[in-house]
Every structure is written in structure tokens, then in C-alpha cells.
């Protein structure tokens, strides 16, 4: 997925979401970005398979609980389909299995109903300039789930570390932690746009997508 290039204004939105009551609540949302639109929008996975695929959006936002399937294959295929759109799920399911499963089928980043529109907002921001926002509850708990199955190091895993700037180190120390882009932002006294940037740099160097795999890959080289 291209997730280090950053989208035009005029983000293009696809929804696949079976509850009219959060149809409305993005479209409320997008009154704070008019420069953004829903392109389209699907009910169910038999709908959003055939439409889906052909829409010209740039970020997918897809639940897990579809009536007629999971949404974790829709992420499969859109992830096959559209690799040059940015998926982020939108869903009630707070769980690390779920998130799991959906960051391994594709998804970008991971976002719990109940966030207001600002932060549904920001989560698309942090998206389309190649973040990967996961709900700092859920962050929190998976990346200590990971720490705690930390694997041993080994001498040659310590030796191919990449070099890390002092800041990227600070910045990877607080995404194991769990902090999103805004708080590690406020923590560090830089901006967010900032914040973004060496996350960037970091997936770059570690060869990685998600912030979970930044984390892994860190652990396993020895840098965390």
C-alpha cells in the first residue's frame, strides 16, 4: 500500500457501514472538512464487493460487522484491488484479535466507534499523510501484548540495526508505549505534521507498514 505519499485535499471517502445512524455521523463529520467528500457508500459486503473495488476513493472506511460478511475479507480484497487507497476500520469491536486480523487482512489504521467527529477527522488526516491511527485504548493494550511476547534477541539482529536519529529514537519509544501522533506531539513539543514525518522515516528504515510492525521490527533489532 502507498502509504508514503500524501493524498490531495480533496479526499474521496467510500463508506461500508450497515448503520444509517453512523452514515450520518460521517457525513456530520465531513461538514468540518468540505473539501472532502463521500464518494460512495455500501450496506452490506455483497454490495461493497462489486462497488467498491470500482470507486475512485481514497480512503475506505469499513466495519467489521457487515450483515452478510466480515469485514475483514472486504479489507482482503480492497487491499488487493484499490493498493493505492488507504483503508481505516471503523467498528465497535475493541478487541486485539480483531485488530490483529484486520491490520494482517490490509487495514491502515484502526478507529473505535463512539470517537467524535474530530477525531474520526484526525484519524483520516493521520492516514492520508501515511500514518496508521489506531485508537490509543487499543494501541495501548496491543503494543503491550507485544512487548510481553517479545522475542529473545540474537547477536545478528542487534548488528543490522538501522541508525536512528535521537529524535526517531524518541519518537519509536513513545509509539511502544502506545502514544498516538498528537500525544507524542505534545510530549515532545514538536507538531504532529513533525511527528508523522518520523514515523515515515521510521517504517522506511524498519521496512514495515503499521505502527505495530514498527514496533516488532524495532524489538527485533534490538532498538527498543
Known amino acids: 500500500m502507498a502509504h508514503n505519499r500524501r493524498m490531495p485535499s480533496s479526499t474521496r471517502i467510500y463508506l461500508i457501514e450497515d448503520d444509517r445512524t453512523v452514515l450520518q455521523f460521517v457525513h456530520h463529520a465531513l461538514a468540518l472538512r ?3 467528500r463521500l464518494v460512495g457508500h455500501s450496506a452490506t459486503y455483497s454490495h461493497a464487493r462489486i462497488m467498491a473495488p470500482n470507486s475512485l476513493a481514497d480512503v475506505y472506511l469499513v466495519d467489521l460487522g457487515l450483515p452478510d460478511g466480515r ?4 479489507l482482503r480484497l480492497l487491499s ?3 493498493p493505492e487507497a488507504e483503508l481505516l476500520v471503523f467498528t465497535v469491536f475493541g478487541d486485539e484479535s480483531r485488530l490483529v486480523h ?3 487482512s490490509g487495514a491502515t489504521g484502526y478507529v473505535l466507534k463512539g470517537c467524535n467527529d474530530a477525531e474520526l477527522i484526525e484519524a483520516i488526516e493521520q492516514i492520508c499523510a501515511g500514518g496508521a491511527p489506531i485508537s490509543p485504548l487499543l494501541a495501548r493494550l496491543l503494543l ?5 511476547n517479545a522475542p529473545a534477541q540474537v547477536a545478528d539482529s542487534v548488528a543490522a540495526a538501522p541508525a536512528l536519529s535521537e529524535r ?11 502514544y498516538v501522533n498528537k500525544e507524542i506531539a505534545s510530549r515532545l513539543g514538536i ?15 524498519l521496512a514495515v507498514h503499521t505502527r505495530v510492525q514498527v514496533v516488532r521490527a524495532a524489538q527485533d533489532r534490538g532498538l527498543l
Open 34 to 36: 468540505p473539501d472532502w
Open 168 to 178: 526517531e529514537s524518541e519518537v519509536l519509544k513513545l509509539v511502544a508505549q502506545g
Open 144 to 148: 503491550k501484548q507485544l512487548r510481553n
Open 191 to 205: 507538531g504532529t505534521a513533525t511527528v508523522s514525518t518520523h514515523i515515515k522515516n521510521l517504517y522506511r528504515k
Open 80 to 82: 488487493l484491488t484499490k
Open 102 to 104: 484486520a491490520l494482517q
Open 71 to 74: 469485514g475483514e475479507d472486504m
